[in-house]
């Protein structure tokens, strides 16, 4: 089956995917506004798709509480695709990717290959500090960002298009 032809029965699949974004920063955790930039970016971008948000969450930079909270979202039935921002960079703090690697059945590396070289004709050798993810775990797509309001535009923007596509072909 031709590329195209995978799109287009993904497009049959699911029109509208269902999205839990989960923000990992542990200073808006304690902070008391809770100001959440990164995961309206991301909830603005998954509705101009006309996608839909049905879990949004924030927890500190916890490789358990990270966990947990992945878990419940890929437990959930009526979740397709897990967006994680925040705790991607080099900092002994940062422990998203750490956290959510050993829960995917596949990673697809292209994408944080892809987002790298994006993000480096965009702000040149500081997005080398940073890493991404897309991985399938129990049949829900991951994606792994980095916290920040451009990073997060610029990874969803890159593979939001494709979603229905990865959904289709990892559904059981």
């Known amino acids: 089956m031709s590329y195209e032809e995978h799109r287009a029965k993904a497009a049959e699949f699911k029109k509208r995917l269902n999205f839990a974004i989960i923000t990992v920063s542990t200073s808006r955790f304690h902070s008391s506004e809770k100001r959440d930039e990164s995961g309206e970016i991301a909830k603005k971008i998954v509705m101009s798709k006309d996608h839909k948000v049905v879990g949004r969450w924030l927890v ?34 940062d422990v998203t990717i750490k956290a959510v690697s050993p829960l995917l059945d596949k990673e697809l590396p292209g994408f944080g290959e892809a987002f790298r070289i994006e993000g480096y004709k965009e702000i040149g050798a500081p997005a080398l500090l940073s890493s991404s993810m897309l991985g399938i775990a129990n049949g829900k797509v991951i994606v792994c960002l980095p916290g920040s309001p451009d990073g997060v535009k610029l990874g969803l923007n890159l593979i939001i298009d494709e979603l229905p596509h990865i959904a289709y072909l990892c559904s059981p």
């Open 60 to 93: 500190p930079d916890d490789i358990v509480k990270i966990r947990r909270k992945v878990l419940q979202a890929m437990d959930d039935p009526k979740v397709d695709v897990i967006v994680i921002s925040g705790g991607t960079g080099p900092s002994k703090t």
